[in-house]
Every structure is written in structure tokens, then in C-alpha cells.
């Protein structure tokens, strides 16, 4: 069941170009937090419907440091066969402690870049402290994909999108990827432009399963091959 927000009953995905996305979101407020739980779970759903596992309220217009991650989201379980069903975390005023290990190279997806992935470079590992819905500070951390939808979520925060983290050259080359993806009709959850085929990659912002199996009937679903990059 959708919480309606006083933000609106149409919380939407805010795709690139929207200048939206290129600002600095502000710090959330103790007395927000009411308003920020409702945002929070609408920002859920919305992330789920659109196949992600990470969304930043940044990517729904609102400029406010809140994030929900999934990152586990779809995945098989070894042991079960089962996708693992939603869990969603939400971080207010998220902030990186630390980030260490290997940088490694992997294409990323977003649900405000259809159409495209692109090759981002991510630290290993991250420390986070953030304030949960209840405004209990917490701090903890993440390796390996977590971390990276993490870093991928807080770069959102700081008005940085994937093209922002490209060097130019490449930032020129990705980008008339997406203009071509969004002409031939991409929209958010899109990962390949409409008519290719999709490698169905593990990227940030999409989970592995489809969203028709992936709120209610989890237990049951049988979900894709997982490639995990
Ligand atoms: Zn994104």
C-alpha cells in the first residue's frame, strides 16, 4: 500500500538533464523527520515499482539528504534459490566516514540516467554514519555492491549523477549514448535503450528481479539469471 505523501500522490523519477539533480540536497532536520518517514516510504515503493535498489530523494526533486538502498534486493539465495525479498534501509544526512580498499570498475546503471551503464569507478568498502526514521544515529559498514549503491546514493546527495564522475572524454561519448537512448524511448528502470538486448548487469540502481515479483509474491518468484560483473 502506497503512504501518500505531503509531497504528492505523484512522486516521479527525475531523469538528466534536470538541473534538479546537479544541486546540493540540504540537511534534514529533526523536525522533518515526520515528513521524511512518509517521503521515505513512498520513495520505497517508487524505487521497487522502477526495479531499483537505491534511490535518493534527490531523484524524486526534492533536495533533502535522504536515501533508500536495497542492495541485496533480488538476489539469489544459495542455500534457498529464493530472490531475497525487499528490505529497504533508509539513511538521513548519510555521511562517509571513511572509503577503503581496491577502486574497482564496474558499469553502473541510474534510474535519473535511463537507457545507459557506464563504468564508474567505486571503493571496496565504505563507513557510513546516518540518521535512521527515527532520528537514532547509526553507523556501520558496507563492501562490494552495498558499497557501491551506497557511494552511488550519496553522490546523488552532492548533485553528482554518473556523467559528473566520467572524465570528459568519456563524459562526451556517454552522453550522446543517452540522448540516443532517451530519443529511442528509455525510462527509468531501463538499463539498455528500448530494442537492444539487455545483459541484465547488476548495477546500482536495478535489482534482479522483475518488478511484477518483487513486492508481493517475492516467495514465489523465480527470478533471472543474475550476472553479477
Ligand atoms: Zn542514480
Known amino acids: 500500500m502506497l503512504f501518500r505523501t505531503s509531497y504528492g500522490e505523484d512522486l516521479q523519477i527525475v531523469v538528466a538533464p534536470?538541473?534538479?539533480?546537479?544541486?546540493?540536497?540540504?540537511?534534514?532536520?529533526?523536525?522533518?523527520?515526520?515528513?521524511?518517514?512518509?517521503?521515505?516510504?513512498?520513495?520505497?515503493?517508487?524505487?521497487?515499482?522502477?526495479?531499483?535498489c537505491g534511490l535518493a530523494a534527490t531523484q524524486v526533486g526534492i533536495l533533502k539528504r535522504l536515501i533508500v538502498v536495497d542492495p541485496d534486493w533480488g538476489i539469489l539465495d544459495e542455500e534457498s534459490g529464493e530472490p531475497s525479498p525487499p528490505d529497504p534501509h533508509f539513511l538521513i544526512n548519510p555521511v562517509i566516514l571513511r572509503l577503503w580498499g581496491t577502486k574497482e570498475l564496474m558499469d553502473e546503471g541510474c534510474?535519473?540516467?535511463?537507457?545507459?551503464?557506464v563504468p564508474i569507478e567505486r571503493y571496496e568498502s565504505i563507513e557510513v554514519e546516518a540518521?535512521?526514521?527515527?532520528?537514532?544515529?547509526?553507523?556501520?559498514?558496507?563492501?562490494?555492491?552495498?558499497?557501491?549503491v551506497l557511494q552511488h546514493e550519496i553522490d546523488h546527495l552532492e548533485g553528482m549523477t554518473l556523467f559528473e564522475?566520467?572524465?570528459p572524454l568519456l563524459r562526451i561519448e556517454a552522453i550522446q549514448l543517452y540522448?540516443?537512448?532517451?530519443?529511442?524511448?528509455?525510462?527509468?528502470?531501463?538499463?539498455?535503450a528500448p530494442g537492444q538486448e539487455s545483459t541484465r548487469k547488476r548495477v546500482p540502481e536495478?535489482?534482479?528481479?522483475?518488478?511484477?515479483?518483487?513486492?508481493?509474491?517475492?516467495?514465489?518468484?523465480?527470478?533471472?539469471?543474475?550476472?553479477?560483473?
Not at 544541486?23 to 524505487?47: D, R
Not at 534510474?111 to 551503464?117: D, R
Not at 540522448?179 to 539498455?192: C, F, H, N, S, V
Open 18 to 52: 534536470d538541473p534538479r539533480l546537479l544541486k546540493k540536497a540540504e540537511l534534514v532536520g529533526i523536525e522533518e523527520l515526520p515528513k521524511m518517514k512518509a517521503l521515505a516510504t513512498e520513495m520505497a515503493e517508487l524505487m521497487y515499482e522502477t526495479m531499483g
Open 111 to 117: 534510474l535519473s540516467v535511463p537507457g545507459i551503464t
Open 131 to 148: 540518521f535512521d526514521l527515527d532520528g537514532n544515529m547509526q553507523v556501520f559498514e558496507a563492501d562490494g555492491f552495498a558499497a557501491r
Open 165 to 167: 564522475r566520467l572524465d
Open 179 to 192: 540522448e540516443d537512448a532517451l530519443a529511442a524511448g528509455a525510462k527509468p528502470g531501463d538499463t539498455t
Open 206 to 229: 536495478q535489482a534482479a528481479t522483475p518488478i511484477e515479483e518483487a513486492v508481493s509474491t517475492v516467495s514465489s518468484a523465480v527470478a533471472p539469471p543474475v550476472t553479477v560483473p
